[in-house]
């Protein structure tokens, strides 16, 4: 089966995938039956899975010669669980790829390229910089399906009765927590420990991990130093929240969010639905979004995240073509907008974003800021990068570790990702 994928990675035309075993989904097929696909759904099982099993049901109604059997994996597990499956029989024909997974599998040539496809069919549609990240090698190897960034999320009550707006710069943040503080008694600012949460600092020095060009480690440099800086800076000082180091921090920040106890954090969109359970935001209007802060270099950016719908190429013609026939309506404009509307998610096409969708002020919100949103490299290994700053930053927080030791511990770690790359 290696050398079916092989094949296929070389041509993006689907026909030349010689291999029948087709993962797990042919084993029912039938010479005059449906052909039946197997789609490896990531989503959160309680949340956003039945909005997509419906969507599941609607294009089996519309297409009565391909069924689709649903499998919910685990997000945490996925990754892994089909790289193992993707070199042996098991793999399925469609995978909700995050979108730093995509190149990886691209790379290995476990995804079909999707160029000049059903899938990718109305491609114009889709904003160009989730494209581009579900590009590899000049390929495209995923039809975007949901995206998401960080914003500045903050509660207009409490900002008002402060008397500040939503902060410019990581300075003016750091000055309106205190006013925050002294007028509410509230603290104005929670920080997160995760690498990916600490990517915006980065950018607002106008640096990276690595300068995947340049093919150059870029963490421990002086703009990425002072990025760091800025980054620590915010875990100290009135109306500050100290470093949370425990492996509850996540949830201990979005609870004191959503119930008030703290004005501000930096968050996405996939909470927007947990936003709105919280006392603070029984009112969705006195949820503010803003772009992330700026840094010294003037300019504002946060992470792209979201997923990708990829097509794996090693089944058959029969499986690829109902595959990509299953891509193109769950990445359709009308499934888009019933996902945003189910499932408050962002569509990643432009006519998707309806009057109705844009109605939530969560979505309107997080739209109003994907401006600053930075697509990632097309880099296999990109997405790993950010595991050593997780073992480095919460120790440099809470004082364990000096800022100059961690980054270059992680340096040192990020080298035995990208052994090509120089320091």
Same mark, same amino acid.
């Given at each position: 089966?290696?050398?079916g994928?092989?094949?296929?990675?070389?041509?993006?035309?689907?026909?030349?995938?010689?291999?029948a075993?087709?993962?797990?989904s042919?084993?029912?097929?039938?010479?005059?039956?449906?052909?039946?696909?197997?789609?490896?759904?990531?989503?959160?099982?309680?949340?956003?899975?039945?909005?997509?099993?419906?969507?599941?049901?609607?294009?089996?109604?519309?297409?009565?010669?391909?069924?689709?059997?649903?499998?919910?994996?685990?997000?945490? =597990?996925?990754?892994?669980?089909?790289d193992t499956?993707?070199?042996?029989?098991?793999?399925?024909?469609?995978?909700?790829?995050?979108?730093?997974?995509?190149?990886?599998?691209?790379?290995?040539?476990?995804?079909?390229?999707?160029?000049?496809?059903?899938?990718?069919?109305?491609?114009? =549609?889709?904003?160009?910089?989730?494209?581009?990240?579900a590009?590899?090698?000049?390929k #495209? %190897?995923?039809?975007?399906? #949901?995206?998401?960034?960080?914003?500045?999320?903050? /509660?207009?009550?409490?900002?008002?009765?402060?008397?500040?707006?939503?902060?410019?710069?990581?300075?003016?943040?750091?000055?309106?927590?205190?006013?925050?503080?002294?007028?509410?008694?509230?603290?104005?600012?929670?920080?997160?420990?995760?690498?990916?949460?600490? =990517?915006?600092? $980065?950018?607002?020095?106008?640096?990276?991990?690595?300068?995947?060009?340049?093919?150059?480690?870029?963490?421990?440099?002086?703009?990425?130093?002072?990025?760091?800086?800025?980054?620590?800076? $915010?875990?100290?000082?009135?109306?500050?929240?100290?470093?949370?180091?425990?492996?509850?921090?996540?949830?201990?920040?979005?609870?004191?969010?959503?119930?008030?106890?703290?004005?501000?954090?930096?968050?996405?969109?996939?909470?927007?639905?947990?936003? %709105?359970?919280?006392?603070?935001?029984?009112?969705?209007?006195?949820?503010?979004?803003?772009?992330?802060?700026?840094?010294?270099?003037?300019?504002?950016?946060?992470?792209?995240g979201?997923?990708?719908?990829?097509?794996?190429?090693?089944?058959?013609?029969?499986?690829?073509?109902a595959? $990509?026939?299953?891509?193109?309506?769950?990445?359709?404009?009308k499934?888009?907008?019933?996902?945003?509307?189910?499932? /408050?998610?962002?569509?990643?096409?432009?006519?998707?974003?309806?009057?109705?969708?844009?109605?939530?002020?969560?979505?309107?919100?997080?739209?109003?800021?994907?401006?600053?949103? =930075?697509?990632?490299?097309?880099?296999?290994?990109?997405?790993?990068?950010?595991?050593?700053?997780?073992?480095?930053?919460?120790?440099?927080?809470?004082?364990?570790?000096?800022?100059?030791?961690?980054?270059?511990?992680?340096?040192?770690?990020?080298?035995?990702?990208?052994?090509?790359?120089?320091?």
């Amino acid at each position: 089966m290696r050398r079916g994928i092989a094949a296929t990675a070389l041509v993006a035309s689907f026909a030349l995938a010689a291999t029948a075993c087709g993962g797990d989904s042919d084993s029912g097929d039938k010479a005059d039956g449906p052909v039946t696909i197997t789609w490896w759904d990531t989503s959160n099982a309680t949340n956003e899975a039945p909005t997509y099993q419906a969507l599941v049901k609607e294009f089996e109604a519309a297409n009565k010669d391909i069924k689709v059997k649903y499998v919910n994996v685990p997000f945490d =597990q996925a990754q892994n669980k089909f790289d193992t499956a993707a070199g042996s029989k098991g793999a399925p024909d469609v995978l909700r790829s995050e979108v730093g997974w995509t190149p990886a599998f691209a790379k290995k040539g476990f995804f079909l390229p999707l160029d000049g496809t059903e899938a990718l069919a109305e491609q114009d =549609q889709f904003q160009s910089s989730l494209i581009e990240q579900a590009q590899y090698e000049g390929k #495209t %190897y995923g039809v975007p399906f #949901t995206t998401d960034t960080l914003a500045l999320v903050y /509660n207009k009550e409490l900002f008002e009765k402060a008397g500040v707006e939503a902060p410019k710069t990581w300075d003016d943040l750091k000055k309106a927590a205190a006013t925050i503080k002294d007028k509410t008694g509230v603290d104005g600012y929670w920080g997160s420990t995760q690498a990916y949460y600490a =990517q915006s600092f $980065l950018y607002g020095e106008g640096t990276d991990t690595v300068d995947a060009d340049a093919k150059k480690i870029t963490v421990a440099s002086p703009e990425a130093k002072k990025a760091y800086e800025t980054w620590l800076g $915010l875990f100290d000082g009135k109306g500050l929240h100290k470093a949370d180091t425990t492996a509850d921090a996540y949830a201990h920040i979005q609870d004191a969010f959503v119930n008030g106890k703290v004005a501000a954090i930096i968050q996405g969109p996939w909470e927007i639905t947990n936003f %709105y359970k919280g006392s603070a935001f029984k009112d969705k209007e006195n949820l503010g979004i803003a772009t992330v802060p700026a840094g010294s270099s003037g300019t504002a950016g946060a992470p792209t995240g979201g997923h990708n719908l990829s097509v794996y190429a090693g089944s058959d013609q029969a499986h690829q073509e109902a595959a $990509l026939k299953f891509v193109n309506f769950m990445t359709s404009a009308k499934a888009q907008e019933t996902i945003a509307l189910k499932n /408050n998610t962002l569509p990643t096409r432009d006519d998707a974003y309806t009057d109705e969708v844009k109605a939530d002020p969560g979505i309107a919100g997080y739209q109003g800021v994907l401006a600053a949103a =930075q697509p990632r490299p097309a880099l296999p290994e990109y997405s790993s990068l950010w595991g050593p700053l997780d073992d480095e930053l919460p120790q440099i927080a809470s004082g364990k570790e000096s800022l100059d030791k961690g980054l270059g511990d992680a340096e040192t770690a990020i080298a035995k990702l990208v052994p090509d790359f120089s320091k």
